[in-house]
């Protein structure tokens, strides 16, 4: 599906809910597998680890999206530019979208209606292809990572990192209390 500026909001609010649900189903699943892979004793490192991933994550896929928009939309309208525009203006027209229509209002309230008209209906075109193309580069590394997920990730974690019992678990931590020097707190008495 592309994008057109008509689109309605219902559309745009059924991909809102498809996304929403797509992030609800996968980053508790993604959380557990990181946390379940690793002792108790290490369960600060697993969260700043699954913290970490996601904040990169998100600068790099905004980052990577955002470039493949502006180099689309820039080369679009370059391509779709009504002659007659002036450079400046065209250069201007280039920086985004709604400093197109700025420029756009600007060459209309010179007398030249038809012209603004062409650069406002180019530059609405020229975001559009961006934003479609930039979808389509996120739906591919989103559908190239599922791939890699069912290929590559384990169906479950080794049993070796995780003990298999709260007791196992505590002689672990006490074990690792005694490696620092330091003696474990003695467990309350279960009354």
């Known amino acids: 599906m592309t994008t057109s500026a008509t689109i309605s909001y219902g559309i745009i609010a059924a991909q809102m809910v498809l996304y929403g649900l797509g992030m609800g189903l996968t980053s508790a699943p993604a ?12 369960a600060g490192v697993g969260s700043a680890v699954n913290d970490s991933t996601r904040l990169v994550g998100g600068t790099l896929g905004v980052a990577v999206i955002g470039s493949v928009y502006a180099s689309v939309y820039g080369s679009r309208l370059t391509a779709t530019l009504p002659t007659g525009v002036p450079g400046p203006v065209a250069a201007i027209a280039h920086q985004s979208v709604g400093a197109a229509y700025v420029a756009a209002g600007k060459i209309a309230a010179l007398g030249h209606p038809a012209l ?34 069912v290929l590559f990730l384990p169906a479950q974690p080794a049993q ?8 196992a678990d505590e002689a672990e931590t006490a074990e690792g209390a005694h490696e620092a020097g330091t003696q474990p707190h003695p467990a309350p008495a279960a009354r």
């Open 116 to 149: 603004g008209q062409a650069l406002q209906h180019a530059s609405t075109n020229a975001f559009l292809r961006g934003l479609t193309i930039g979808c389509l580069v996120a739906g591919a590394v989103a559908a190239a990572g599922a791939v890699l997920a």
């Open 160 to 167: 070796l990192a995780r003990p298999v019992s709260p007791a």
């Open 31 to 42: 959380t557990e597998s990181i946390m379940g892979a690793i002792s108790r004793r290490k």
